[in-house]
Every structure is written in C-alpha cells, then in structure tokens.
C-alpha cells in the first residue's frame, strides 16, 4: 500500500544529500574532534565549514555564538534555566513572561521555574491565535521582566508571532527576549542580524536533517549558564562529546531549506492550499487560523462529529500520515494548549487533525489525501452519534 507522510512538523525525513554527506563520519572521520592526533584534527575543518554554513543561513554576526547540542528541548531549557540561574535567582527581575501556546519544552520548564521562585506569567493569544504585541506592552516591566520568550511559529497551527515586533519591545525594555524557532526554521527566512534578539533554537530533524542535534543562538553578552557541566566543548557552554556527523548534517540540511525557501512558499504552500481548499469543501469543516499567517506547509482542521484520534487511526490504515497536533501531547487530547489559548469550542478541539506537508510532498500525494480524507469523513460520520 502507498503511505503518504504528512507529519512533518513532528520530524522530518532526512534530506538524501544530507545523510550522503554523514556517513564519513562513522566509518572515516570518527576521532573525538578534542583529541590530539591526526584523527582528530581530520574532522576540524568540516566543523569550521559546518559552523560557517549555519552563521552564513541563519544571518548571524561573527560576535555571536551558536552552540551545537542535543535538541531543542535542550536549547529551551537551557535558555530558560540560564536566565534563572544568572538573572532570576540573584535580582529582583524575577518574572519570565511567555505564552500559553508554547512547546512543552518551555511551558514545562517555566512550570519548574515557577517551583523555584519565578513568577510566570503566560500570554493568551488573540482571536487570530496570534501574540499580541500590545498585550505584552501592558505587562512587560523593565524592573521585574527578566525574561520573555514567545515561540516564533506555532507547532500545532503554524500560526507566525510577530517576533520582529517582540524583540523590538524587548529590547527597548532591557529585556532578554528568546525565541523557539523550530517550527519556522527552514519553513520560513530567518534573517538573526535583523531581529533584536538575545536567543533562538532550533532542532535539525525538522528541517531533513538528523534527530539529536540543534542549535542555540545566543547574543554576545545575553548570559549563558551551562545546563550540562563536565568538558570544555563549545567553549565550555556545552559540555559532552561533539556530535560531528550532527553537526555537520544539520548545516548542510539548514543550507539545503533556505536554498528551498522559495520553493517552499510556491510549491509546498500551492499544495498546502489545495489540500486545504478541499477539506473546507467537505461541509462543517473547519481550518483554524487565516492562511496568511501561517507557515507554508501546515493545516490544523477539524470534522464536525467526528472525533480527532478515530480519524487518524482511519487515515493510518488508508496510508496517510497526519497528526491530532504536537506529537508530544498526543495522549491528552483535551489539553491541547492551542486549542485552550484559542478558547476553540471544545467539541473542535476534540477533532482537530494536522496535515504538515514537506518539500518532499508530491500533487499525487495531495490528490491521494483528499480522497481517503474525503472517505474517511463520511464513514466515521455515518457511525458518529453526533448531529452536525
Ligand atoms: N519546540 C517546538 C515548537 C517543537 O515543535 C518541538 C518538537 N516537537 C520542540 C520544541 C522540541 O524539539 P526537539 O525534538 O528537537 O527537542
């Protein structure tokens, strides 16, 4: 059977180039890059180019660090606890301002923050789904604010905050500003030189490249506390052995999406509309948030009467890939933070299904998905108790 997988905000296939481009570095330059001897010193200039690669596509000053670790829950924790630990725990700056739409690798953290003796406050979202700039010009204070870290493309909706706009006020503030930028890195142009901000991750498995490596943008001079202590890699900001192969799959495969940008807002978002225009064709459907505002490759939509988790276990049998929203919450439905902070009728909520397409998506693909949507619809409504 033909299996069409439109997951892509959860993880990405990896980029064919990319996983060419690694594999030397399990069979031929495998030395610990710290250690001194000829097997080593082999890995340091494709690190270099590595490095080069992710300044150069992310637009970062030469002044400024990027540190290659784990994945971007390290990244938001890292952040957030950094901030803690320098600022929160020594000042009288103590709130960290955030949303209610965030990841959970920010919301949890924030949560345990909170245990600790910040003050946490999180932003709802307008009628659009979006942060409001106004509303955090009302609560942000220039001697309480220590932190405010707004997510710059939403997992669930793909619904873009306005970040520019954000970092701006953050700045005028004297406040740090952070954002998680995975769902819009490689999706959308990120140009850092340009925004005043002091953070931003990213994770390499969501633009085709390998899974257990990201990336961490910080300002020169917005603090840095280590997460994980015990080694001098990356300059002691991040300790553990370097994952060369990672490392340097996550570069090409970030050079790789913004070479694709262009494509990705023609080709993936044409498919994108097309996918979405024929889900509203099916009566009492719903597709939350204006296509404008979103990333090129993502729907949430909902079924009237037909429950979100049924559907995906029929669109899987029927061979098509989708997602009832962040593959992290999966297990509690109800909880769904996009849906809360929307305040969507809870009877939606309970429906919602995400399409995330990919530049690896074809029309047959599409056309394939329509139709099982399509089927799939109308048989779980025939036996759903619902009216709608
Ligand atoms: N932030 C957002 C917005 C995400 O979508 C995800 C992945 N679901 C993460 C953070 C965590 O990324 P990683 O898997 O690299 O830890």
Not at 10 to 22: E, F, G, I, K, S
Not at 225 to 249: C, D, F, W, Y
Not at 272 to 283: F, G, M, N, S, T
Request: glycine fraction near 6%; charged fraction near 25%; hydrophobic fraction near 40%.
């Amino acid at each position: 059977m033909e299996r069409i997988y439109l997951d892509n905000n959860a993880t990405t296939m990896v980029d064919p180039r990319v996983r060419d481009l690694m594999d030397i570095f399990s069979v031929q330059f495998y030395g610990n890059p710290n250690s001194l001897h000829s097997f080593a010193s082999d890995t340091h200039p494709y690190m270099r180019e590595a490095l080069d690669r992710l300044y150069t596509n992310l637009n970062v000053n030469d002044d400024d660090d990027i540190i290659i670790n784990g994945c971007a829950t390290e990244g938001n924790n890292t952040v957030l606890k950094s901030v803690y630990f320098d600022l929160i725990a020594k000042s009288q700056k103590k709130q960290i301002i955030t949303t209610q739409i965030e990841h959970p690798s920010i919301s949890h953290t924030a949560e345990f923050l909170e245990s600790l003796g910040a003050e946490v406050v999180y932003l709802p979202v307008n009628e659009q789904g979006i942060v409001s700039v106004a509303d955090l010009k009302a609560i942000i204070d220039p001697d309480k604010t220590a932190l405010v870290s707004v997510m710059w493309a939403n997992n669930e909706t793909g619904l873009i905050n306005p970040i520019k706009e954000i970092a701006t006020l953050c700045r005028e503030n004297g406040v740090l500003f952070h954002t998680d930028a995975v769902q819009a890195v490689g999706k959308v142009k990120i140009d850092i030189s340009d925004i005043d901000l002091d953070y931003l991750t990213f994770s390499a498995h969501k633009f085709h490249g390998p899974k257990g490596v990201g990336g961490l943008y910080i300002k020169n001079g917005a603090p840095l506390i280590p997460l994980l202590h015990g080694g001098e890699q990356m300059g002691s900001k991040r300790s553990g052995t370097v994952n060369v192969a990672g490392m340097v799959g996550m570069a090409y495969a970030l050079e790789l999406a913004v070479e694709a940008l262009e494509f990705e807002d023609s080709k993936v978002r044409r498919l994108r509309d097309k996918l979405e225009d024929a889900i509203l064709a099916i009566p009492s459907t719903n597709v939350i948030g204006d296509r404008a505002y979103r990333t090129p490759n993502t729907i949430l939509a909902s079924f009237k009467g037909v429950e979100g988790e049924a559907m995906l276990w029929d669109l899987n049998r029927n061979g098509v890939a989708a997602s009832t929203g962040s593959a992290c919450s999966s297990e509690s439905l109800e909880s769904n933070p996009t849906f809360k902070a929307m305040k969507i009728d809870p009877e939606l909520a309970h429906t919602g299904i995400r399409f995330s397409l990919s530049r690896f998506t074809t029309e047959e693909e599409i056309d394939f998905t329509i139709d099982i949507i399509k089927k799939s619809v109308e048989r779980l409504r025939a036996i759903s108790t619902s009216e709608f």
